[in-house]
Structure formats: structure tokens, C-alpha cells
């Protein structure tokens, strides 16, 4: 919206004006692809940036194809997907996960335990970590998975604390991070004593998982709030200034803001909102 207001203001799209049409998947597969076929079809939507998960983007793969539709997907992914009405301008796993174990590898020890949710993205970051930590000289210690909304982490801390790796990477998400970080801290491995990075843990989630639980962790992320430059020092003010200044710019924020900014430079190139020519543009 932050991103629509601001082309609005500077004259919009080729001459016109952009009209956010907004819908709520609400966690829910099927809503996904029927909310999305209501924007094609009744509304008539130009382009949709959203989906935050795997699974609703895939929901919604046979719904843009059969109606010609523009998704951009602006959410962290696990890549090994390419479809021709699909933009991904965020980053895929290997674009994490490679980047992650090799740093923490050259951090401290070599060992890891990977812990994650039960759905792709997470089996397939691990699927890029265990030949990424065997060609770093490091040993997988554990591999367990939860499924999505676990809340009970006790018996994986065991095997935590009895395998005594140097890091735990983590694909735990959503609202189970709460009860991870929290459950980890109360059994002694907080982040003063155990190091954990996560790949899904974006900084606007900290609120939620509490930050006292959540210090000296670490995640990694193709944006953060923090990077000092001129240009998202402003981004950041005006995403305050708009909705309060406790609010915390994630990755996904970001990547949703910038998708409107590529379809407008896309539909500029191309000169015309058709869907084949932006896409080839």
C-alpha cells in the first residue's frame, strides 16, 4: 500500500492511477486459490503481489495459469519451482542456507542440529545444508521436524542438549518459534550458551517470540531494518511514519514494497499492462 500511495503521488503508471484491491487468504489453501480467481476474473487485477507461504503459492499456480493472471511472490522460498506467471523477487533457499552454514562454519565448530517445520521449504533447506555442511568439513548431529504450529519442543531439546552441537540451524516458523526460543532458553541453551541461526525468522517476528528470548541469535535474511543507507533510511521512516514507530520492517515487507516498484518499471518498458508483455519485459 506504502509502495502504491508513493506512484500514486508521483503521477502513477503511464498516466493512471493505481487501485489497490485487497484480499485475505486467511492461512487457508483453497481460499487462496479462490480469492485469487475472484481478482482475476471479477476485478480484473493488473498484477497481485502476495502468498506468504509455499503451500498457498502453489494453491495458486493452476488458478494464474488458466486465467493468464501476474503473481509476484515476495516471500523467502525454496526455489526448484519456475513458472511462467510467477516473479520471485526474493530469495530462494540455496541463496540462504549456502550463504548461512558457510558463516557459521567459519564461526566456531563444526558440528549442527537442524530442526525445522514439517512442510518443503524447510526439508529442502536441510536438503542444501547437509552437502553444504559436509563440503564446510562439518557433521549433520541431528535432524528433526515438527508439524506446523508444534508448540511442545521438549524431546527435541533433549537430543539437542545430549548431541551438544556448535549450532543448531533452524526452520522452525511462525508461532512456534515463541515456544522454541522460549523452551530453549529455559533449558539453558539461550543464545548465550547455544548458537542458533534460523533462515525464516524475519525481524519484524521478534515482537511476537519476545526479544529476551531471541538474544544472541542469529538469522539470515536479504534485508534487514538496520542497513545503513540513505534510501532505506527513508523507506523505514515513511513505513513508520504510516503505521506507528514501534512497527519493525521485515524481509517480506520489503520485498512486497519493491514487487510494485518492478511491476511499474516492467509495464513502463513494455509500455502496456498486458500481462505476456510485462512479464517479458
Given at each position: 500500500?506504502?509502495?502504491?500511495?508513493?506512484?500514486?503521488?508521483?503521477?502513477?503508471?503511464?498516466?493512471?492511477?493505481?487501485?489497490?484491491?485487497?484480499?485475505?487468504?486467511?492461512?487457508?489453501?483453497p481460499t487462496?486459490?479462490?480469492?485469487?480467481?475472484?481478482?482475476?476474473?471479477?476485478?480484473?487485477?493488473?498484477?497481485?503481489v502476495?502468498?506468504?507461504?509455499?503451500?498457498?503459492r502453489?494453491?495458486?499456480l493452476p488458478?494464474l495459469?488458466?486465467?493468464?493472471?501476474?503473481?509476484?511472490?515476495?516471500?523467502?522460498?525454496e526455489?526448484?519451482?519456475?513458472?511462467?506467471?510467477?516473479?520471485?523477487?526474493?530469495?530462494?533457499?540455496?541463496?540462504?542456507?549456502?550463504?548461512?552454514?558457510?558463516w557459521?562454519?567459519?564461526?566456531?565448530g563444526?558440528t549442527?542440529?537442524?530442526?525445522?517445520?514439517?512442510?518443503?521449504?524447510?526439508?529442502?533447506?536441510n536438503?542444501?545444508?547437509?552437502?553444504?555442511?559436509?563440503?564446510a568439513?562439518?557433521?549433520?548431529?541431528?535432524?528433526?521436524?515438527?508439524?506446523?504450529?508444534?508448540?511442545?519442543?521438549?524431546?527435541?531439546?533433549n537430543?539437542?542438549?545430549?548431541?551438544?552441537?556448535?549450532?543448531?540451524?533452524?526452520?522452525?516458523?511462525?508461532?512456534s518459534?515463541?515456544?522454541?526460543?522460549?523452551?530453549?532458553?529455559?533449558?539453558?541453551?539461550?543464545?548465550?550458551?547455544?548458537?542458533?541461526?534460523?533462515?525464516?525468522?524475519?525481524?519484524?517476528?521478534?515482537?511476537?517470540?519476545?526479544?529476551?528470548?531471541?538474544?544472541?541469535?542469529y538469522?539470515c535474511?536479504?534485508y534487514?531494518?538496520?542497513?545503513?543507507?540513505?534510501?532505506?533510511?527513508?523507506?523505514?521512516?515513511?513505513?513508520?511514519?504510516?503505521?506507528?514507530?514501534?512497527?519493525?520492517?521485515?524481509?517480506?515487507?520489503?520485498?512486497?514494497?519493491?514487487?510494485?516498484?518492478?511491476?511499474?518499471?516492467?509495464?513502463?518498458?513494455?509500455?502496456?499492462?498486458?500481462?505476456?508483455?510485462?512479464?517479458?519485459?
Amino acid at each position: 500500500k506504502l509502495a502504491i500511495e508513493g506512484i500514486n503521488a508521483a503521477g502513477g503508471v503511464m498516466g493512471r492511477k493505481i487501485e489497490p484491491v485487497i484480499e485475505d487468504g486467511a492461512s487457508d489453501w483453497p481460499t487462496f486459490a479462490e480469492k485469487t480467481k475472484k481478482l482475476l476474473q471479477r476485478d480484473k487485477v493488473a498484477a497481485i503481489v502476495g502468498c506468504y507461504t509455499s503451500a498457498s503459492r502453489k494453491a495458486v499456480l493452476p488458478v494464474l495459469n488458466q486465467n493468464k493472471g501476474l503473481l509476484y511472490y515476495p516471500t523467502y522460498y525454496e526455489g526448484q519451482e519456475e513458472d511462467k506467471q510467477v516473479l520471485y523477487p526474493s530469495q530462494e533457499a540455496t541463496q540462504s542456507v549456502i550463504a548461512a552454514i558457510e558463516w557459521m562454519a567459519k564461526q566456531q565448530g563444526k558440528t549442527f542440529f537442524l530442526v525445522g517445520s514439517d512442510y518443503i521449504y524447510p526439508r529442502t533447506c536441510n536438503k542444501i545444508a547437509k552437502p553444504t555442511i559436509t563440503k564446510a568439513g562439518g557433521k549433520t548431529v541431528g535432524e528433526e521436524y515438527v508439524p506446523l504450529g508444534h508448540t511442545e519442543f521438549s524431546s527435541i531439546i533433549n537430543k539437542i542438549k545430549a548431541a551438544k552441537p556448535d549450532w543448531i540451524y533452524s526452520t522452525v516458523v511462525g508461532g512456534s518459534n515463541v515456544a522454541f526460543y522460549k523452551q530453549l532458553k529455559a533449558a539453558g541453551l539461550g543464545g548465550d550458551k547455544q548458537k542458533l541461526l534460523s533462515t525464516v525468522v524475519s525481524e519484524n517476528e521478534i515482537d511476537g517470540i519476545g526479544k529476551e528470548n531471541a538474544v544472541g541469535y542469529y538469522a539470515c535474511m536479504g534485508y534487514f531494518q538496520s542497513i545503513k543507507s540513505a534510501r532505506n533510511e527513508q523507506f523505514v521512516k515513511a513505513i513508520k511514519a504510516k503505521y506507528g514507530q514501534d512497527r519493525v520492517v521485515g524481509d517480506p515487507m520489503q520485498v512486497a514494497y519493491n514487487s510494485v516498484y518492478l511491476w511499474k518499471l516492467a509495464v513502463e518498458k513494455a509500455k502496456s499492462f498486458d500481462v505476456d508483455k510485462v512479464i517479458a519485459a
